[in-house]
């Protein structure tokens, strides 16, 4: 079942067309890469499919329903988070924070805010996030204090916490040591069991071969092709697309 | 010698209220805006207007300051806090030029420069609370002590934690699911809310109202006392506002004479400020955040 549809979608910076007329769609529980050449424009992608940048032309289809005029905040409720290239985390937030931010949605509101006892089954379900990617003993320190890979793992289980379906991973293995890039494999692994859909844009391409069913292959703006990693990677105008015609 | 003591106290509590709810938004949610005074103002005129054409009283002025305030607020965040930065600075500075302006000149409804005179003071179970006497200063210390347990409340809630968020990245707040614009207006107005009553508290203390409450020096003390106390720090705007009062009195205390005090003061409160961007850019009080 399609669970994410891109219809045509195209964005253009002054004479720069960033996306042009690219469409592809997403099955529900699966992984997917997205790949291409530094700016291929996959990030552009992403910034439109969760909102953070407008289209000029297109349609987006989550579940069905046409994403057109929501804000991004609104989309993570319907169930479509990100993470950044640029880590995004609470640097003045504990870590703890960082993740009771995603995690406690019914206090938004400050009427309601005012009247909570406690955050008890919040703070236990943060503690359960930071131990799969071995971060619990951080639980009280400033998000600052953590190193690189540290705060991309932070700001990937922050995403998780959110609870939505739809998970885009913005180069979640890029600065991220060995040791690391096997939690966030494990990680992403874990998400598809528990039913989730992942799409992934990353360079490290062992990596991403790896955790993918289905890669999507971006060129200047537009759709090259959607297959299996073993087919993408014997694909001609994949290899041309990176290392240039002969 | 009492009454100026006590008159320094209540002179003491209604800034604290009033830079403790200006940490809300500015310290807290990084708001940089520069027209907070208007709140203030707007609570005090609230409370004068009430007072002296209708004879509405001490406590139910509060209320009503409160809610203007945070009407008007609702207002005026919906039309500035799509701006950010140097841009809000800039527009919400604007708009405290123009209050001043506006309360200057709509003479019918402010008396204009002449001010709002003949503030009758709080009348509590039939009895009149003297100003600059003790029970005035009990009652400011009630009013004072409840406001700043809502706000102890707010600072340390799930909101407030969304508000720090903002200041951290605004951005990172809508990509975990919240409506950080909805959050910011909220932020402002509660904000404006407790001015409000901090601007009730000074028209049934002086009396007497005129324009100069929404004068520029009155918004640069404020930022200072955030600024030198440690935004977003709770504890540290209460002994920033302390510690700038006192240093403004200091003048007094060391006996210069009265036509240089208020240029001596200035000269001081520059110092202060220097000093703290220097060597305490969080603020002088920053060894108590968390």
Known sequence: MIQLEVKNISKKFGGLHAVEDFSF??????????????????TTAFNLITHFLPRDEGNIFFKNENLKNKS???????????????IR??????????????????????????????????????????SEVKLEKYIDEKAKNLSYGQSKLLEIIRTIATGADLLLFDEPAAGVNPTMLMTVKKLIRELKKKGKTILVIEHNMPFLMEISEEIIVMENGKFLCQDTPEKVQKDIRVLEAYLGKS | MLEYIFSLIIITLIWTLLAQSY????GLTGLFNLGHIIFYGIGAYTAAILNTRYGWGFFTNIAMGAIVSGIFAAGFGILTLRLSGHYLAVAT??????????????????NGPLGIRGISEPILWGFTIQADSLSFVILML?????????????FHSPFGRILRAIKDDEI???????????????????????????????????????????????????????????????????????LVIFIGEMP?????????????RNILYAVLLIGTMFWKPRGLFSFFEK
């Open chain 1, 25 to 42: 769609d997403i099955a529900e529980n699966s992984i997917t890469g997205l790949i291409g050449p530094n700016g291929a424009g996959k």
């Open chain 2, 252 to 264: 007094r205390f060391i006996g210069f004479p009265d036509n240089i005090i208020g240029a001596s």
């Open chain 2, 93 to 110: 500075l604007g708009a405290a030029m123009i209050s001043t302006v506006i309360v200057t000149n709509w003479v019918g409804l402010t």
């Open chain 1, 89 to 130: 985390i609470f640097p003045e937030l504990t870590v703890r924070e960082n993740l009771l931010l995603a995690l406690s949605s019914q206090y938004d509101s400050w009427w309601k805010s005012f009247l909570k006892k406690d955050e008890k089954e919040e703070n236990s379900a943060a503690f359960q996030l930071l």
């Open chain 2, 23 to 26: 940490n809300l938004s500015f």
């Open chain 2, 142 to 154: 009630g009013i004072v002590g409840f406001c700043f347990f809502l706000l102890y409340k707010i």
């Open chain 2, 172 to 242: 990172a707040v809508q990509a975990i699911g919240k409506d950080s614009f909805k959050a910011k207006i909220w932020s402002l107005i509660l904000s404006a809310a407790f001015a409000g009553v901090a601007g009730v508290l000074y028209s049934h203390y002086r009396l007497f109202l005129d324009p100069t409450i929404f004068a520029l020096p009155e918004i640069i003390t404020l930022i200072l006392m955030v600024v030198v106390g440690g935004r977003g720090n709770f504890l540290g705007a209460l002994l920033g506002t302390i």
């Open chain 1, 72 to 86: 991004p905040f609104a989309l993570v409720q319907r169930g479509i988070a990100r993470t950044f290239q640029q």
